[in-house]
């Protein structure tokens, strides 16, 4: 049971439900069927399992010698092999999975699982850290229109009989972006990569004293973590400023929903960088406006 316990928490559990559960709540939004919305929220389950005991088996001798407590492998819970092993077994089955939605929507997932293993093997470390994230968010919409896409095309439906009527209009030659072939709107993948990236700042924020003693030298950590969540908030409002402009389904719900996180964002700007008790109070409303953003996001999908 301890080593469970330890594969459990070397999997960065609260990242990896976040990113499965608003995926696939896109999902669902989208107009994927049951059984093929089971098969998109294993798959990127798995993908997302991956990538953390990826982390976690890469980081092992540094996270031990800098006597992480907080890191199952450095703590004893679980053995590095342990933990590669898992990661690797996970992969495999995320890619089967993810092929079984189609070949464009496995292609697609694909890309996403190893942008996030290329942050894991030395991307982490580096002025490029932000590149995964941008990556692997940006793309993670294009993986559920993908599998939405394929399965429209198994079923000989027309697309517009298989999707809501908004969505159904994004596959058209507008200016929204791609714009056919089961891509969608560039401004919901753009709308993704901002979040995406956010997140990356948002992790070091609290962070800065095990990422000193790990040696973890990403662009954040660079900035340092006052700068950091003054850039967070910058790309949380940015993401809610793109997703209203551009999202496909701009209902007066949605756009009020983000209106609200881009100004609870833009509270977390003015704030930031100030004295302590502000500077947490800064990181609750950015907290909050990527929650306002993200319901947003679904409202208008």
């Given at each position: ?10 999997c ?5 439900a976040?990113v499965?559960?608003?995926?696939t ?13 089971a ?5 990127l ?17 540094r996270?031990?010698?800098?006597a ?18 898992a ?21 697609v ?6 942008a ?13 850290s ?14 559920a ?11 000989a ?5 298989a999707?809501?009527?908004a969505y159904?209009?994004t ?12 891509w969608p ?26 990422d000193?003693?790990?040696?973890v030298r990403?662009?954040p ?6 700068r950091?969540l003054?850039v ?13 402009l ?10 009020a929903?983000?209106?609200?996180g ?11 960088g ?7 109070l800064?990181f ?5 406006a990527?929650g ?5 996001f679904?409202?208008?999908?």
């Amino acid at each position: 049971m301890t080593a469970v316990r330890g594969l459990l928490t070397a999997c960065h559990p609260l990242p990896t439900a976040f990113v499965t559960g608003f995926v696939t709540a896109y999902g669902a939004v989208i107009g994927l069927d049951g059984g093929r919305l089971a098969l998109l929220a294993l798959a990127l389950l798995l993908g997302q399992l991956s990538i953390g005991w990826c982390n976690d088996a890469v980081d092992a001798a540094r996270d031990t010698a800098a006597a992480r407590a907080d890191k199952p492998v450095a703590a004893g819970l679980v053995g590095r092999r342990t933990v590669a092993v898992a990661a690797g077994v996970a992969v495999v089955a995320c890619l089967a999975v993810s092929f079984a939605l189609g070949t464009a929507a496995g292609v697609v997932h694909t890309v996403v699982v190893a942008a996030g293993w290329a942050y894991d093997l030395g991307l982490k470390g580096t002025v490029l850290s932000g590149v995964p994230y941008v990556v692997a968010f940006g793309l993670l919409p294009a993986f559920a229109t993908q599998a939405l896409w394929h399965a429209a095309s198994i079923d000989a439906e027309v697309v517009g009989e298989a999707v809501s009527e908004a969505y159904a209009s994004t596959l058209e030659l507008t200016a929204s972006g791609p714009l056919d072939l089961g891509w969608p709107p560039l401004a919901v993948m753009a709308g993704t990569a901002l979040l995406g990236l956010a997140a990356h700042f948002a992790n070091t924020v609290g962070d800065t004293e095990a990422d000193a003693a790990t040696g973890v030298r990403g662009l954040p950590q660079r900035v340092g973590p006052v700068r950091s969540l003054t850039v967070t908030a910058v790309l949380v409002a940015a993401a809610a400023v793109v997703l209203a402009l551009g999202a496909p389904d701009r209902t007066p719900l949605a756009l009020a929903v983000l209106v609200a996180g881009a100004a609870s964002a833009a509270g977390g700007v003015l704030l930031a960088g100030t004295a302590a008790e502000r500077g947490r109070l800064a990181f609750r409303l950015t907290l909050a406006a990527v929650g306002l953003v993200v319901v947003g996001f679904l409202l208008a999908a």
